[in-house]
């Protein structure tokens, strides 16, 4: 049994809260890096501390590459004009920018289940379900983060980046799902700290699905409710 298997295998079924109905909060315009550190830093502690509910929040950032707990120095090839920033996820370099879908989660993990592992699994399963709407199949990979997609004639392209940090069991920064990214400001990195020429990264729109980031926001919405249960207010700010 391969260890994604035997980790889904332990984490089966989905792990709730009945009572547990996170926040919705989806940003209609670009967040800056440093103001969305400073806002899960407080969230999470609210959380923990002052009994605040959960938070999922949707957004982009302008264009900046993030440097995981993982990170090699090598890695970043050229950062440009582009800021880096070194953040205590889990994980190696990543870049988001417009037109990628970062959807931030802060979840009480005492509540649902206080497995990490799980939690992750968790976490791949929503964006496995959300992108499953657009008849894409997103797939986990032994040895390499993320979500995959096979294009076939033996590449695979990552579509999605998944990078944790969790705090006195409260959860923070989350999944990120390239809906129409540019492309190109990969190339300042090797994302996820692989190097493999069969290896590339890809979006929706590049497979060719003329989806937008309110499409992709419906689709997490419903996916999540499926994984991690009820879901509470909405709003758009």
Request: aromatic share 8%; proline share 5%; with cysteine.
């Amino acid at each position: 049994m391969s260890q994604n298997a035997a980790i889904a295998d332990t984490c089966s079924p989905q792990r709730r809260s009945e009572t547990a109905r996170p926040d919705w909060l989806v940003s209609d315009k670009p967040v800056a890096y440093e103001g969305a550190l400073e806002l899960m830093e407080s969230r999470v502690a609210a959380i923990r501390d002052e009994g605040a509910k959960e938070l999922v929040w949707l957004l982009e950032h302008p264009p900046l590459y993030t440097a995981g707990t993982s990170a090699k120095d090598g890695d970043l090839l050229s950062a440009g004009d582009f800021p880096v920033y070194k953040t205590g996820r889990g994980g190696q370099y990543t870049y988001h920018g417009p037109g990628q879908r970062v959807a931030y989660a802060m979840l009480d993990l005492k509540q649902r289940g206080a497995d990490v592992r799980c939690y992750v699994h968790d976490l791949e399963e929503w964006v496995i379900r959300a992108l499953a709407q657009f008849n894409v199949v997103g797939e986990r990979r032994e040895g390499r983060v993320g979500i995959w997609v096979d294009r076939g004639n033996g590449r695979e392209d990552k579509i999605a980046a998944i990078g944790v940090r969790v705090r006195r069991w409260v959860s923070f920064h989350g999944i990120a799902i390239n809906v129409e990214p540019e492309l190109s400001h990969f190339q300042g990195i090797v994302p996820c700290g692989i190097a493999d020429p069969n290896l590339g990264v890809t979006s929706l729109v590049d497979l060719g699905l003329p989806v937008t980031l309110e499409d992709l926001d419906l689709a997490l919405h419903s996916a999540f409710a499926e994984v991690f249960g009820p879901i509470g207010d909405q709003s758009v700010g």
